[in-house]
């Protein structure tokens, strides 16, 4: 097992207008992949798609300013979106074919863990993945210690059982 690298943050204003997801969703993949964290690709196409939604909710359903904030713990990727809005979302119940309200669905679904945190000028929603397993070009192993931190209060929570993109979209659990 690799040794734990130590903790790094990042954040960044997020413009209240639609070209601002693809824009912000690079910056995190830029900032992720920078550090060197061992991520699969699988792991990064499902960041880049838990990204574009919550970064998405926040310029679709706030007015003003946002800030995206990536974080490595030193066990756990966790990236955080703060808004103005005060009022704390919740998963709606739609079905997989629909063309909105499915954000927090997938979050729930593809996330390690995550939430939303009132502060005082409005929320934070946040997620967090755990980087799984690589392997480099010489076979090696490497994994990050995977030891769950403790976050805030939060008023939604994800199951431990954690969902893959792959089984999301066909339903079916290998």
Known sequence: MCAMRPSRSRSFPIAAERQAVPEARRLVLTVVRGWDLQLTSETLEELALLCS???ANAVRHTTG???LTVLWTGSRLRVE???TAPG???PRGCTLNAESGRGLMLIAALATDWGTTPTPTGKAVWFE???TATEDENGQHHADQQVPEKPTASTHRTAPRRTTLKT?????RS
């Open 53 to 55: 939604e919550i970064i």
């Open 65 to 67: 300013p946002s800030t």
């Open 81 to 83: 979106v703060t808004d």
């Open 88 to 90: 704390l979302p919740a």
């Open 129 to 131: 993945m755990t980087p």
């Open 168 to 172: 999301y979209a066909t339903g079916r």
